[in-house]
Each structure stands twice: as C-alpha cells, then as structure tokens.
C-alpha cells in the first residue's frame, strides 16, 4: 500500500555520507558554472557599454603651403579621399590641430607630451616629443594658434619643426581632439609621421639617415693625396656596413647585415694597414685617412655605408608615408698617387729653379 522508501534510507550510514558528498560537489560544480556564465554576461556587457562610450572621429587634413592643417569637428563628415593623416618632412614641417565644436586638443594641455601611434584613447600619453627629434631640442613644442586663426568655439594648436631637428629615422605618433562627456566621449585621432632628412655629403664628410626617402641617391667621395680622409657618421641610430670594415672593403652593392666582404685592401692599396681606420665616438663616426705616399698606382673604388641598427628596425612600425628604413651607401673614389719617377723628376725640376733663383740673386746684388 505505501510506497518503498528510497533505498539511501534503508542503506547504510556510510552510503548515506557517500550520497550527500556527492550531492554537495554536484551543487557546487552548478553554482560554479552559473557564477561564470554570469560573470562572463557582465563581461560582455560592460565591454559593449565601453564600446558604446567612445565615439570616433575621422579627422580632415588639407596640406596648405608648407603646413598641414587637420581639422576635428562632430558637426561635418569628412569628404571622400581627404587626407586622414599628416605628414612632416624638412618641405613641409609645419602642423596645425583644429578641435572644433567644444573639443578640446589632446592630449590634455598638448605641449611636449604626444602619444604612441598606437594610443587610440589619446587619455595616457608620455612620448616626450624631443625625443623623436634630432640633437633633442627641448624647446620644439605646440604652441597656442595665433588668435585670429582660431574660429569660434573652437581650440588650435601648431607645431613647425625646424630643419636641423628632423630625425635620422622616420617617427611617428599621434596627437588629436577629445571632450571631456565621460558617458559619450569623442575622440578624433591624428596620426603624424615625422619624415627622416636625407642622408647627405659636406666636404669630405657623409652623414648618414634611414627613413624610406633618405637614401634615394647614392652618396659619394673622392680620395687624393692632398685631401686623403673622409668621415662616415652612422650616428646613433646607425651602424657601419661592412661590419668588419677595416679588414676588407666591399667592391660595389652594399646588403645588409653584411659581417664582411671579400675585397683585399691590399689589392688596391699595397701598404694598407687596419689603423688607417678610426672608430670615433663610439662607433658613430669612422674616419679613412691614406698617407699621402700611400695612394695607389691606379685609380679605385671601395663602397662602405651604414644602416639602421637593427633592434630599432625590428620595434619600428610603419605607416602611411612609412615603407621602412632604407641602407645608406657611399662610393668612395680613390685617386691615383704621383709614381715614383715622376715625384723625382718633379723634385729635380724644384731644385733647378729654387738653384737659379739663388743664383740669379747673386748676380744682382754683385
């Protein structure tokens, strides 16, 4: 008439602890996942309401003379191909930030502070922009806009980087606009590329830069018995090219990460000996000094140069206006000395003339 109970009642005590173990775990396991799954929702969400918060701007950037002037404001849309980025080079080295329609320029009180490339909240920038400069000029900086260039409610920002502080390699990072509505912020990046000045020769020395344009001409040298030293300086951001360049020069194309080439100084130069090289500075600069007697019977050729150093290259992130770093080669001509024979009779012909020059003196004052 009554129904069995169930059989963990009528089983022993330890089946019965063994049931309500078994019980608990399976319960915990349950709340477990349930925690998880809700925690995830919450994850979920709060990552969708952070997404919903920021409201990105596309910025408008007209290149004007040598300044380029890029424009934020959340009343326009940006006309199709304007540019959405700037570019400085040694041409056009100026900039000037536009935030309009009560945004405000970023990072907060833009001065000497800028951000990563990479920064998209534009909220925690510590990029010293000296830094991303040539000889670390302290004193490059934005600047108020002049205030008749400022329209209304509106705040402007300049920046014009003069000719020596371009950078040897190409930089880059970002500046922009923001407001302060923490429930729909909106953000309007600028992304600015610095251009690398080109690699250059004055008199007998070459300086060397990497940036994607620096390099589109080859520079070159010439050596002679009475200008018989040039300097390469790689610079800080660079490093010579053949590695090992003073036990053997390179006859024509530089590659990179070259340990050595295979061309015999001695070949070219009969009396050459590795201290004609000198490391200076350490290692920015080498310098190639010939003995005057030492030039060659007949004109050559070496090529040596620099590139950036490597570490950079590999943490460097191109860009637009960025295609990577490029090798700096240089042809250095070695002239012929005078032979021997010829430097006698020129020595000779010396002696004549100093003798009768003396003695015609004497005539005349007797």
Known sequence: MYAKPPAFVRSPRGARLRYCSSYQVGLMVLLSSMGLIALSVHTTFSHVRALASETK????????????????????????????????SQTNNGIKLECKSGLECAPKGLSQTVCTAEDE??????????????????????????????????????????????????????????????????????AVTVTARPSVTEGQTVRCAYGANSNQSRQSVTLSPSKNNFTLVCGEKGEVLPKKYDQAYCPAELKGDQEACDGNYKSILPGYEEQWWEKRDEGKSYTLSIPADKFPKEQSKIVVGCQQKTQQTESKVTGEGVSGPTLCAVDVTIEAGASPSLSAVSSRISLMLLGSGIAAAATQGI
């Open 57 to 88: 701007l596309v910025p408008e950037c007209i290149l004007s003379g040598k300044v380029t002037t890029c424009t934020c404001d959340v009343t326009k849309t940006v006309a199709e191909g304007k540019a959405q980025a700037a570019i400085l």
């Open 121 to 190: 909240s534009l909220s925690a920038c510590s990029v010293a922009l000296h830094t991303l400069l040539a000889d670390n000029q302290k004193n490059v900086t934005w600047t108020d806009c002049a205030q008749r260039e400022i329209p209304a409610a509106s705040t402007c920002k300049t920046l014009s980087v003069p000719q020596d502080n371009f950078p040897f390699i190409d930089e880059r990072f970002a500046v922009g606009c923001a407001d302060g509505n923490n429930s729909n912020q909106k953000i309007c990046k600028v």
